[in-house]
């Protein structure tokens, strides 16, 4: 999949590790030039990336110095190890998987985060009481294979071991919670219950799991040691890019989804759609907003609190040395 920039490297291309990845372009008579980085998302082009298209589109990120390659995920992407193995200078993940990452030993760091909370949530047809955790009491939750410990931890800190919680696959997952299969079932609540809306011709009822215990950031940037070493000074004005960006994109919203759908999402995507689009960016901005440090800042004691949280239920098997995970002062 390429992005439609037509003046951006695209997939396909390759990155060589090592040494390699921080050594900068040279343009004429020997003036340096933007570094060729690339950044790997943990999702496919949509506007929960709004920040990082909106400041590639601006120029920030090249007046950052950064010649930016921007991947969507696919199949077989594990983002966080594409950074730990000299693949990808940037990418994003979900908190679990960079400290499990860390935990066995990739020299990587957290530098910042797109959202300060989790956008995992429980989805119930229009006029459920999802308003507490208590309202699903003796009833049925269906999940994927990532929600089960996710469950396990909200049910263990809200006392909630009366909720039944089963695996289910993703396919007809709304259809068996419409039905009364399931009370409720595991979605991403920036983006899953805007698809039944298209479908059923209203959002569904949403729980957010942030809101009954979880604790996680999510979209965490996470850079190598290498490239923090190497081009430090341009990871920060990438990251500054990003978050401009982000201040842009929720300042005016319909603009910025105009941007990503028309110069990043690929044709014959479902999110291909403005107002899709629109709609994702006013779920998103409290996830971008929100939390106990300011937009793109992580708080040390949240993340140390989330990540024993994430032991506790089993999220992680091992944690890593949490003084060591994150490199502050980047942004």
Known sequence: ??????????????????????????????????????????????????????????????????????????????????????????????????????????????????????????????????????????????VHVDGGKVMALVKGVNGGDDIDVSEIPYADKWERAASGEFAAVQCYVIDEPIGVAAKTGSEPTVLKLSDVGLKSTAQTIVVSDETLSANGDVVRGVLSAIFDGWSAALADKVAAAETVVSQYVPEGSPYKDVAY??????????????????????????????????????????????SATLAPGYF
């Open 1 to 142: 999949m390429k992005s439609h920039i037509t003046r951006r490297r695209f997939i396909g291309q390759s990155v060589v590790a090592g040494a390699a990845l921080a050594a900068p372009i040279l343009g004429g008579h020997g003036a340096r030039a933007a570094t060729p980085m690339s950044f790997q998302l943990d999702w496919k082009f949509n506007a929960q990336f709004a920040g990082v298209f909106l400041a590639d589109a601006s120029g920030a990120l090249a007046t950052a110095g950064a010649d930016m390659e921007i991947r969507p995920w696919a199949d077989g992407v594990n983002a966080v190890m594409d950074v730990a193995e000299g693949r990808a200078h940037f990418a994003c993940a979900e908190q679990n998987l960079i400290l499990a990452a860390q935990a066995a030993g990739a020299p990587i760091k957290a530098v910042a985060t797109m959202f300060q909370a989790s956008p995992y949530g429980l989805m119930a047809p229009v006029g459920a009481d999802l308003s507490r955790l208590e309202a699903l009491r003796g009833k049925s939750v269906g």
């Open 277 to 322: 689009q629109t709609r994702t960016l006013e779920l998103l901005e409290p996830y971008v907003t929100g939390g106990a440090a300011p937009m793109g800042m992580i708080d040390p004691d949240t993340w140390a609190e989330a990540a024993e949280l994430m032991l506790e239920y089993g999220i992680l098997p091992d944690l890593p040395d949490l």
